[in-house]
């Protein structure tokens, strides 16, 4: 157990609100406390002398304890908690609500309260929290109607009253826990506190949780990839869809997060990802009973074909395959199962199958090192005894330590079966692609435990220079840089097209002379967003040109806007459109996870398909290249349709090096690199955007 | 019901075959219909006097029945059942295995079967059926082990275990059905005649099946379009997945068709297409037992906040929206719930709302001219009681005609609620996500209750011109048509480029002047598929170069390929790509659905990205449109990024054209015009390949 044994396995609870008034929250507390806890519970409360029995004592600094629990009314519970500080109480659960959740005057609550803790380094759960649970001692320092089971997963939610439901069923389904904490508003502990506690705590072998945001996302990215090698985390976040999003907010404050931001995120952090409740639990139990796959080829033994069919559908959709079997299976299937049947993946050991046939071919499929994980699948028949069928499947999961799910058909029969199953932690179920559903999370996780998280490489940058550059946004009316700011790049290390920003049109002769062939010519201006819509770009000009061409420029900007400001004229070196591809690098900051970085093909590829991938900054190479190869249009990049693939280098160290820009400024809110033109001979950085907050320079 | 009345409600069965040997399968469907029939049963078995103590007679001309089901051995079978038809009886159940499914031997005994049967006009289940059942009269004609409970959903099975499975499950559940058909090898009766059976049915509320196969695509079509205004169709076919589609085909021995022409089929079919067992009895269920709404607009009524956002995402991923509520409705929430509550969708209520507050609000929800539907959440508190709120929802949807779903979340509490909600048919679930999921289906249906099938319009066609030209693979070395065949589609309306395929420089120099213009000249060569990696093409031709650029195409096709038949060089009117966008229609001949027509956009996205449309053909004007209108890319058609839209009223009767063309002629077995180019002025087809089959011509 880590930093915050004691708020799990106190010696001393005081209950600070303490009462036997029937129907409060207090009185549930003590009774929740008093049924099951290993030991002490000490009332607190100045009106009584003794609660359920205990002597109760008027303050809490009379308690001794190293829990407290608050459940006294809003206005009182800040100084509940300072005095429980005073007094040396090293944790705190305020069940109390009316804070944050409630409007100005409760979120000032909830800052004092924070503060308060921060005073008195209190672990603090809440408030507006149900409480917490620990299973090893017996702590149900809930209000809630239920007590877990114990179990080894332990469990976060946002949500009190999911908590309740989730106890309410799990308990009849014999599922059980370690831990359960019901986070509340988080003025102090949140999620990544508790992935770091059960992260490092021996009797938890998954996390589970709901929750409706994360306040500080890079944190809780890191907190989790400390974890997720040995403990599997698998969450709802709900507020994917804009909907949820907004009824989220409505909930429980939440500002709502990009989802995108999410999604990267939380895969980052090697989080598994539940759409829903039923996911997350088929997915939680399977990895807290069963071992890890080598491999993710599944065996399906079944006495029916059509549901075969439909498993092996399932096996198709998720990220798991039909195992091949080796010579010797196939040679020991030809022998065991009568001529009707299937020898090959799903194997069809025929409606009239016993059970021994059932056990030796599960025995065979197991023991073929093809064969990574198994499906036993069966429709009632007359032949066959589900109970039996169930502790073959155990013994067989047991002899060759490979996991396995169940999914034996039928109604009430199945019961005595599923709960020897059950017991063994194989999950049952009727419909086959909820089986394989289950256990393609062990794939999903055996992947996150495999992977190795490297450091972002550290650029040598100017920084000096690009901070110069963020700079000059001082001057603006507005807080946003164009093409001018191209010297952030360079200063960052990626590479532009040559040219220069001029204001005279014999400055702009001379650019043009530095720059080998004809140049690109476009107004510079803040206040003129569609430069090619008013005829702000001239392409392809050669050097004779260029004089008349910058008078023409600036006398259209003129006519389109005259209030516009005009910084000059850029002229750039010709980067070939054709021979290249135009690739889009953008980042923006979310509010919970910081700088996201965005990277697609260009014009309509992201404009229209969307055929997007984000990443929170900052990214390590091996990330930056992921996003390079998991959008659709990746095969662009590799070469498709006989081109010559291009500098696919280039642009993975272009995406690493806006990731170092973004991180080392947190004043840029946006910047976009579009195009990043990439060709077989490297990339350029062919135009910018970017707003930036002064303030934060 | 429809042409299988006796099928389904025979007075008399023989049962031939009938013996009461333990364990025989001919013992099983004695037991089966002796217990429950309501009419009479009589043994067919020259063995015996008696079974089950009803007198047996020696052939089945002795019966007088109407219904004879065979379970003799499969080499006495065949005769067994034209035995019966010689009898006169006018339906057959063949349980008997040892056809189709088991070889050669199997296939043609199968065969003479099917002759039997036509020869005496037998409506036959089966061969290799578990058998049939049907609830009003209590006839349970199978050997499984369980009898269907009435209820009004028809149920067809390419898999009898699966039978088995689901009424085993079903039965404990309280689900119900009216008939239930194993179809075994499909020898005779397949999904098409009992689609059409069960839609003349008034006590078959819902159809649903498990299949693996449909042989005859466009029948199943056009049956259930028949249907499916009435009578929702929910079905699970296998084999989605490659995987999936080999194992049907090791089980049932269907042949695989592709898995677009499934998806475009059953969805023109007006299939509600389920994914998973869940999917399809959630879906049922809502759909034989709840009104159909009048909107897609769902209120979730809730105790917690949690759930409610977990619903409102699973409602922002379906086709369903969160209704928004009329300024009444929101005074009326605003005047009854606690200032804690939300009154806004999803209306929280808070975790202290009793019984009164949840009917109260449910009520007002429901009485909303904005809400569609309603789904009922909650999480178990002290001060509500399950039961009362079962009877509340109830009571509302009653009182309001709307459909409602619901989610008590727990565990066995919820069974005595379950119970009341379940009689009332509403489901319930732990999952908010399935409870949305089960809403979602009520959507889809009224989807499709009111479509309205329009004809496939007839354009005038000159039919023997497009018969000549298709002729002309006759003299090839291989099945294969390509620009030589520009008059296939001129024939059919399909404008084409200006241009003529020729044999000479000279002639090349008359076509060059028939044409505005410069023009684009290609080598026509049967053996040169990729023309352009040989320098087979010449664009921007001026005419003055027509007569070398000639002699210059076809050197180099003789000097790449020597022994390549070079049929002469097409001299084509120049098209404007680059102010047009390049489209793809496509069609291939599918094993059961016959031709299947593609759309998509030309180049990489269809090549890379796959985003591509299919349809069955023929098609209708609205089907067309849709094909041009569902694609990603749909917005560059429609003008993105500042351009004309095109002439998407060209590409619609396009593929309306090119639908009759392949239908007219089973001749085509692939056809691909690409590019099909669209400018804002129309669309022409600049190049075409096709296969042909002489036979069929």
Chains 1, 2 share one sequence.
Request: charged share 25%; proline share 5%.
């Amino acid at each position: 157990m880590g930093e915050l044994a004691e708020l799990f396995a106190p010696e001393r609870i005081a209950v600070i609100g303490a009462t036997e008034r029937e129907g409060s929250v207090g009185r549930a507390i003590m009774d929740n406390l008093v049924t099951d806890f290993d030991g002490e519970v000490v009332p607190v409360n100045p009106n009584y002398n003794e609660v359920l029995g205990l002597p109760c004592v008027p303050e809490v600094a009379d308690a001794d304890a190293d829990l407290a629990v608050v459940v006294v009314p809003p206005h009182i519970a800040v100084d509940a908690v300072r005095e429980a500080g005073e007094a040396g109480v090293g944790s705190a659960v305020v069940i109390t609500a009316g804070f944050g959740e409630t409007g100005s005057e409760g979120a000032n609550r909830e800052r004092e309260l924070t503060d308060v803790a921060a005073e008195y380094d209190l672990d603090l759960v809440g408030p507006n929290s149900l409480g917490i649970m620990s299973t090893p001692n017996g702590m149900n320092a809930t209000f809630g109607p239920e007590n877990a089971e114990p179990g080894s997963m332990s469990f976060m939610s946002q949500s009190g009253a999911f908590i309740t439901a989730v106890l309410d069923w799990a308990n009849d389904e014999g599922i059980g826990f370690k831990d359960v904490v019901s986070l509340g508003n988080k003025a102090v502990l949140d999620e990544s506190d508790f992935v770091r506690e059960w992260g490092d705590d021996p009797d938890t072998d998954v996390v589970i949780g709901y929750l409706e945001g994360i306040e500080h996302g890079r944190e809780f990215i890191d907190a989790a990839r400390e974890v997720t090698g040995d403990t599997p985390i698998v969450l709802v976040k709900s507020g994917r869809t804009d909907a949820g999003a907004q009824a989220a907010s409505s909930h429980t404050g939440t500002i709502a997060g990009s989802e995108q931001a999410y999604e990267a995120g939380l895969d980052q952090a090697g989080v598994i990802r539940a759409e829903s409740v039923q996911e997350l639990f088929d997915a939680a139990q399977m990895l807290a009973n069963q071992p890890l796959p080598d491999g993710d080829d599944v065996a399906v033994i079944t006495n029916a074909g059509g549901p075969g069919v439909m498993s092996t559908d399932a096996v198709g959709e998720s990220g798991l395959s039909m195992a091949s079997f080796s010579e010797e299976t196939l040679a020991a299937f030809e022998e065991k199962l009568p001529e009707e049947g299937n020898i090959y993946n799903p194997v069809d050991i025929v409606g009239d199958a016993d059970i021994d046939r059932f056990r030796d071919a599960l025995d065979v499929a197991l023991g073929d090192g093809n064969v990574g994980m198994a499906l036993v699948l069966s429709c009632p028949t007359a032949v066959l005894d589900y109970e039996d069928l169930a502790e073959a499947t155990v013994e067989m999961r047991e002899k060759h330590g490979k996991p396995v799910a169940a999914c034996f058909m039928g109604g009430e029969r199945v019961a005595p079966a599923a709960e020897i199953l059950g017991e063994a932690g194989i999950p049952n179920y009727f419909d086959p692609a909820r089986a394989v559903g289950a256990l393609d999370a062990l794939r999903r996780y055996r992947g996150i435990s495999e992977r190795e998280y490297e450091a972002p490489t550290a650029f040598d940058v100017d920084r000096e220079r690009a901070r110069e550059v963020l700079e000059s946004v001082r001057g603006r009316d507005d807080n946003r840089l164009g093409v001018e700011a191209m010297g952030l790049l360079d200063a960052y290390g990626i590479e532009t097209p040559a040219g220069a920003i001029v204001d005279s049109p014999t400055a702009a002769e001379e650019a043009a002379a530095d720059v080998d062939g004809d140049v690109v010519m476009k107004i510079v201006s803040p206040d003129i967003l569609h430069k090619s819509d008013i005829g702000g770009v001239k392409v392809g000009v050669a050097d004779e040109d260029v004089y008349d061409a910058y008078e023409d420029l600036v006398t259209r900007a003129r006519n389109y806007q005259p209030d516009a400001t005009i910084l000059g004229v850029q002229v750039q070196e010709m980067v070939d459109l054709d021979s290249g591809v135009e690739t889009i690098v953008g980042v923006n900051r979310d509010p919970q996870f910081g700088p996201l970085l965005m990277f697609g093909l260009g014009g309509i590829f992201v404009e229209i398909l969307e055929d997007t991938t984000f990443r929170v900054a900052p990214v390590s190479e091996r990330e930056a290249t992921e996003m390079t190869e998991e959008i659709k249009t990746a095969p662009l990049l590799r070469g498709a349709r006989g081109r010559d693939p291009v500098d696919r280098g280039g642009i993975v160290e272009t995406i690493q090096r806006l990731s170092q820009l973004v991180t080392d400024f947190p004043a840029i809110l946006e910047l976009d690199v579009n195009p990043l033109v990439a060709t077989s001979d490297g990339v350029k950085a062919v135009d910018v955007r970017l707003t930036v907050d002064p303030d934060e320079l």
